[in-house]
């Protein structure tokens, strides 16, 4: 009975105390320098940058600025085959 009184009061503590938590949520735009206020896909990789697809290319954020990588024209074979991304997957390796 101790038990279940003791794993009990751990489900109530770890439930208010959760409720204590505040979160702090950024928002980002162009003004940031982000490249287009649409925004398809993100994902964060294993070294901390946040990705985000928009219609204006692949925009890396390090937490201070945002670096875009778009299409190329004068340089496919180094850039991007589109600006446009829609989906981003993150591999095992990272």
């Avoid at 004068?74 to 981003?88: A, F, R, T, Y």
């Amino acid at each position: 009975m101790k038990k279940y009184i003791v794993i009990l009061f751990l489900l109530l503590a770890s439930s208010v105390l959760a409720r204590n938590q505040h979160l702090l949520f950024e928002t980002l735009s162009i003004r940031d320098g982000l490249s287009s206020p649409i925004v398809h896909c993100m994902v964060q990789d294993t070294c901390g940058y946040l990705w985000f697809g928009t219609e204006d290319g692949l925009n890396r954020f390090d937490g201070y600025a945002f670096r875009i990588y778009r299409r190329n024209a004068e340089n496919p074979e180094g850039s991007l085959s589109n600006s446009l991304i829609k989906c981003m997957l993150l591999d095992r390796s990272g």
